[in-house]
């Protein structure tokens, strides 16, 4: 199991979802777990009963709420000063939807939407790093950018990361920490409304997990596809209407 406890500047380091009401959240809990086998640790009124995910005792996502709820999964960054970095966003032409703030004594964050459209957000951590696994099953895999100007997309998280973009004849750019693969910029040819992060989560079946989130009410939109090392299906998960990729295991990309 790729187990972390800290993360380099600039690498994906969490995900989260803010559901509407406490009847979307409870069952976001409940499909997730069905699917991913995942445990739950929910917060108290104080932390507007946050919940965090985990696989085997080490955290993968977050689940919160709030009334603007929308289900969209937000990537966030890991930056060791927030405040820094998203003065360096807005210079770059992204937009501070939440500015710097304190989380407890957990970390501070930023949230802010990209020059293409797509929110993501920064994350300083204090006694929270972010994703205790990756690259193993009913964990994070891969993060895949989809906009319009993937090559705006692209200039904007090489200069926010610090880190170098790898870019092919074909137009794939490919964001690299050193030789490490971690995210890649993609044009959006499904007609989406905004741009997006679209989170990527490792399975050990991909037929099986079809299957089962049929079975729960999900609809599947992508059978199977093929992509470099692996294959991916994608399915609308049946609470906030939340498109979920997933990708059979292999090896953490190099």
Known sequence: MVQLDTYQRGMPVW??????TSNQREALMAFYTAVFGW????????????CIASCSGRPVMGLGQAPE???VMVTYFSTDDVHA????????????????????DIGSMAMLIDPTGAVHGLWQPKTFQGFGVVYEPNSPGWFDHTSKEPAKAATYYRDLTGHTLNESENE???????????ASISHDHAGRDSAQWNP???????ARVRDLVRSLGAAVVLEEMEVPGS???VFVEPVMQTAITIMAAGHPPE
């Open 69 to 71: 709820g929308s289900g």
């Open 200 to 206: 990527i989560f490792v399975t050990d079946s991909l």
């Open 15 to 20: 995900i989260d979802v803010m559901a509407q």
């Open 39 to 50: 445990e739950w640790d929910v917060s108290g009124e104080e932390m507007d009963f946050y």
């Open 231 to 233: 294959a991916i299906s």
């Open 172 to 182: 794939m750019r490919v964001l690299m920490n050193g030789d490490q693969w971690f």
């Open 85 to 104: 970095s998203t003065k360096k966003a807005e210079e770059m032409g992204a937009t501070v939807v939440m500015a710097p703030m304190d989380v407890m």
